[in-house]
């Protein structure tokens, strides 16, 4: 990315503790509008902690203790008045897919609703188009009225992003959504995934180096709460790579 | 070798096996005793009440007053104050207790305040019903200067129920599962929203068979209603909450024990019709369940 992309996303110093255990350890980066940054480190390495620092999820987390700060467009995320609208400018897909316990339909237009729009063709429209794109339309376009949960694993999973785009979102964030997906359904994602960095950043976790490799613009690699390295794919895929670690960790050697 | 061998060489019991059954048969049958024992009381209580009181339940018994010092007439009076005893103590316990249910369940902070009144709800439950009733003639009847009235029976029965009814409230909200808050919180929904849409409706079912529960038992006590608001002998209806009334359950006692020369089957028949109106209640509240949870989404 060159410096002249506009920064979407900065975030300086950032640190959090779980009663008193260090789970991210000072982390500075930043993310450009439009990009796919990928997110990759091997368990406990402090990913979903960092994804909840984005969304103020971790404010829920109540022995969560965070210093430093996380910018959107310039603005602190931790000094708005309004936390949901926050939240709303952020899709989130978490690694469990978790249907409401409502129909397919209202799963996706829940987040609409809550924002006060309720006109009926637009959130039909609107429902249509976030199932397309996250590739479950034409699985679920005759049961609308079905249960969310009642979908299979793959296609709850697919319905969580279509809910997370609902809101039609600036800032996609994806936590190892693959885990519960099929390797066909996953590249249909991907392939979704790389049309919509037309529109929205996207932060990626995810514990498929491949899959960073294919879609990611750059790649950062979380070890023990620490940035360890952050840099192009092209450099963080090659023999190149500024930590010796960030090497062994996409040839497979540790993680 | 035939296929049946083959069968039989791979799914015949061990030794093992039998062993584990035998004790699972013996367990089964234990548990089946114990649960036999528990009708038993039951029904002998029915059958007991049955036998003894039916023959008193006659219409003149349903829909009229006592005459004759209580020795003949009916227990209508005391159906219609139970009613109002229970609709009053019910209107104002389940809104409080589910709301104070939703608070510390939802929004209280964990801390030791938190902790503290969560405590003093479970220690609250257990007070014995005749504590309730001394502390509802110093509270409501005295202090609050509302006499010995409906209304200080019913605050003092729905101050008794109110523990177990913010209990069994937190109960049912903490079996939706934590994700679903999660889900709708990141969905930019708040909490009162996400309370609204997401966690109140998946356990309504919880929530009120609890209450109905506690109905039930408020209807049964005798001593928190005795010194605050029940009548001894009143032929007439309560006009307002600031009348007294006549109640089933201190009739039941009054005719039991109070007062001589009542026919034999009068205290069977007014039981009968006191059980016979609890056990409505609960199977109300069975029934409001099955068809919640036949709702249920998950
Ligand atoms: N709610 C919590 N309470 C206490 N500790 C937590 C909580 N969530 C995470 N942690 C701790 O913080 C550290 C980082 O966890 P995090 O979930 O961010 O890692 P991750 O990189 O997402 O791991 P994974 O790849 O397994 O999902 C871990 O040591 C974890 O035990
Ligand atoms: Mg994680």
Known sequence: MSDLAKKKIEVSGLSVSYGGVTALDSISLDVYEHEILSIIGPANAGKTTFLNCINRMIDSIPDARVQGTVKIDGDDVRQVRDVNALRRRIGMVFPLPVGLPMSIYD?????????????????????????????????????????????????????????????????????????????????????????????????LVTNLVQQAKRLADRTALFLDGKLIELDSNEIIFSRRTADQRTFQYVQGLFG | MSRGETEHTDFSATPMTEASHSRQKIARAFLGIATALLLLPLFAIIGLLVTH?????????????????????????????????????????APIGIMAGIYLNEYAPENWVTRMINLAIVNLAGVPSIVHALFGVGAFVLFLGLGTSILSASLTLAVMTL?????????????????????????????????????????????????????????????????????????????????QCMALSMHLFTVSTQVPNVPEAFPYATALVLLTLVVTFNFFSIGLRTYLRARRKW
């Open chain 2, 163 to 243: 523990p177990v009814i913010i209990a069994s409230t937190k109960e049912a909200l903490a079996s939706v599962p934590v994700a679903f808050r999660h889900a709708s919180w990141t969905l930019g929904a708040s909490r009162w929203q996400t309370i609204w849409h997401i966690v109140l409706p998946n356990s309504v079912s919880g929530i009120l068979t609890g209450v109905i529960l506690q109905v039930s038992r408020a209807a049964g006590e005798t001593a928190p209603i005795m010194f605050t608001g029940a009548a001894f002998y009143l032929p007439f209806l309560p006009q307002s909450v600031q009348d």
């Open chain 1, 107 to 203: 799963n996706v237009a829940y987040a609409p609703r809550m924002a006060g729009k309720t006109d009926k063709t637009r959130l039909d429209e609107l429902v249509e188009r976030c199932l397309r794109q996250s590739a479950l339309f034409d699985e679920v376009k005759d049961r609308m009225g079905d249960l969310g949960t009642k979908l299979s694993g793959g296609q709850q999973q697919r319905l969580t992003i279509a809910r997370a785009l609902s809101m039609e979102p600036e800032i996609l964030c994806l936590d190892e959504f693959s885990i519960a997906v099929d390797p066909v359904t996953t590249m249909r994602i991907e392939e979704v995934l790389k049309e919509l960095r037309k529109e929205v950043t996207i932060v």
């Open chain 2, 53 to 93: 009181g039916m023959s008193a339940i006659t219409a003149e018994f349903l829909l009229e007053a006592p005459t004759a010092g209580m020795t003949a007439g009916g227990i209508y009076p005391a159906i219609i104050g139970t009613l109002w005893l229970i609709g009053v103590s019910l209107a104002v316990a």
